[in-house]
């Protein structure tokens, strides 16, 4: 059964940093464009960034473009997301996902196959 394990979210001060981390399992990881989409209470889950197979190619939302920084590791299947100069409206649950686009420019969910059960981060003002 294929897994993705968010970890990494956490309370923290705006203008401070967290690194996210998605453990992927059971499926060919290097095979897959990999996203991270967030959901913030009251709201529908939004794209956030997303990379390519290779990790050579990346593509931001523009509220989080020069931010935060989406990268992946395929020898230890996990995908990341650096966010830096985190607002209070970064407040949200944050899920990896997977999608068979390797190109990695997946902006919407139903492009995605597999997903994560979500980590939150919340920004404190």
Known sequence: QV?????????????????????ASRFTFSSYGMGWFRQAPGKEREFVAAVSWSGGNTYYADSVKGRFTI????????VYLQMNSLKPEDTAVYYCAASPRR???SRYEYEYDYWGQGTQVTVSS
């Open 71 to 78: 990268s992946r590791d395929n020898a230890k299947n996990t």
């Open 3 to 23: 897994e993705l394990v968010e970890s990494g979210g956490g309370l923290v001060q705006a203008g401070g940093s967290l690194r996210l981390s998605c453990a």
């Open 103 to 105: 190109v990695g420019n």
